[in-house]
T-cell receptor, first 116, second 116 residues
Framework: SQKIEQNSEALNIQEGKTATLTCNYT??????LQWYRQDPGRGPVFLLL?????KEKRKERLKVTFDTTLKQSLFHITASQPADSATYLC???????????????FGKGTKLSVKP | DSGVTQTPKHLITATGQRVTLRCSPR?????VYWYQQSLDQGLQFLIQ???????AKGNILERFSAQQFPDLHSELNLSSLELGDSALYFC???????????????FGPGTRLTVL
């Protein structure tokens, strides 16, 4: 069956450290993968998109890698700050049969807590 | 602020009832997406409309329906409500369907539905 899983429900780290979140998928061949941030009671906010032919993408303190052989994406936040505390969701594009339409499949998220 | 608006913010109703959730996309966005988020299921794609027409369908129940109007706002109708329908319902919008290959979705603040 098709699954998208994020490594843990919660991750606690110390301020200044690098947070690494994992997203694994099975039985999908996504054209791209996205990462979102979601704060309690609010809608997800888009952070980064990485395509299947890209190994790595960076944006300020954020870095995403995409390994289609391992079927895994890693999301890194360097020099983490308490303001980075939130739930982070990965999402992949799932194309329907025939490849004409698609929709995003989301993982359940990892709740990151950065302690001062 | 994503530019996507949703009303109402909260909705409390009884089992068996029918409700309508409303979404206004960002100015210029033609695609509207509906998602359901519950604690156990995570964020689930329901349905997408592009310029008034249904574009893609996810795990949407037959009791649920949606439409997109000429002014591009969208409504999600939920009928014969059950306790299990209690969830956060998000609307998102994007510029175009475009195969969704590079589409960023902008999420609204959500409607919290409680079925008693």
């Amino acid at each position: 069956s098709q699954k998208i899983e994020q490594n843990s429900e919660a991750l606690n780290i110390q301020e200044g450290k690098t947070a690494t979140l994992t997203c694994n998928y099975t039985n999908y061949s996504p054209a791209y993968l996205q990462w979102y941030r979601q704060d309690p009671g609010r809608g997800p906010v888009f952070l980064l998109l990485i395509r299947e032919n890209e190994k790595e993408k960076r944006k300020e303190r954020l870095k995403v890698t995409f390994d289609t052989t391992l079927k895994q994406s890693l999301f890194h936040i360097t020099a983490s700050q308490p303001a980075d505390s939130a739930t982070y969701l990965c999402a992949l594009l799932h194309m329907n049969y025939g490849g004409s339409q698609g929709n995003l499949i989301f993982g359940k998220g990892t709740k990151l807590s950065v302690k001062p | 602020d994503s530019g996507v608006t949703q009303t109402p913010k909260h909705l409390i109703t009884a089992t068996g009832q029918r409700v309508t959730l409303r979404c206004s996309p960002r100015s210029g966005d033609l695609s509207v997406y509906w998602y359901q988020q519950s604690l156990d299921q995570g964020l689930q794609f329901l349905i997408q409309y592009y310029n008034g027409e249904e574009r893609a369908k996810g795990n949407i129940l037959e009791r649920f329906s949606a439409q997109q109007f000429p002014d591009l706002h969208s409504e999600l109708n939920l009928s014969s409500l059950e306790l299990g329908d209690s969830a956060l319902y998000f609307c998102a919008s994007s510029v175009e369907a475009g195969g969704m290959l590079t589409d960023t979705q902008y999420f609204g603040p959500g409607t919290r539905l409680t079925v008693l």
